[in-house]
């Protein structure tokens, strides 16, 4: 396939494993790497291993960090009282990006699928209940995607917490049918958040 060395190749083929870079980019990425082999490739590499080593998911929240609980549940200065249910950790990195929220979160890990054999017990939703039941918890913001599967896991979560204390609020109609929260701007994904409606 080519004519570089194997640990070139190699390199080139975990590379073309990454979203958004196909064969053809992941020969150009790597080649810009081993070009830059001081200044890129070593502190990429050294960055990997200590990301390898030192990240772990949250215990709480489900997010990505590198202690858990994880800083935003940790830290003071967020709500306690506002948790903020999201798909996937990109959706979370998202809304922090947008600032959007000061609530603390809840990464579901996926979304419901019977067809494919996903049910409440393959997601965190078990986790969210528990901690939807601390007095201290007042209100779920369902930040989940405008897909069937993203609706479809809210409205069991919402039914599963309906008769409870906390309020349960959706995201506006800002965010388009079929939308994905993490490709959207931050400005519109903050809207969504402000102008929440009771589900
Ligand atoms: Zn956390």
């Not at 640990?7 to 958004?20: H, N, S, T, V």
């Not at 809304?95 to 019977?114: D, F, I, K, M, N």
């Not at 479809?152 to 109609?173: C, F, N, P, Q, W």
Request: overall charge negative.
């Amino acid at each position: 396939m080519s004519n570089s060395g194997s640990e070139i190749d190699r390199l080139i083929q975990l590379l073309a494993r990454l979203p958004g870079l196909g064969p053809r980019s992941a020969r150009r990425a790597a080649l810009h790497l081993i070009e830059r082999k001081d200044q890129l490739l070593g502190p990429l590499a050294a960055a990997m291993r200590d990301a390898f080593d030192h990240v772990v998911a949250c215990e709480t929240c489900g997010n990505i960090d590198t202690a858990s609980p994880c800083h935003l549940c940790t830290d003071p200065r967020r709500d306690p009282s506002v948790i903020v249910v999201v798909e996937t950790v990109g959706d979370l990195w998202a809304l922090e990006r947008a600032q959007a929220t000061s609530g603390r979160y809840h990464v579901l890990g996926g979304t419901l699928s019977p067809l494919d054999g996903v049910g409440p017990d393959d997601l965190s939703i078990p986790k969210l209940l528990e901690r939807a039941g601390d007095p201290a918890v007042k209100e779920i913001i369902l930040a989940v995607n405008a897909t069937v599967e993203g609706q479809t896991t809210a409205h069991y979560i919402t039914d599963m917490l309906a008769g409870g204390e906390v309020k349960v609020s959706r995201l506006a109609h800002g965010v388009p049918v079929g939308g994905e929260l993490d490709y959207l701007d931050d400005g519109t994904l903050a809207a969504a958040i402000r102008q929440r409606q009771p589900f």
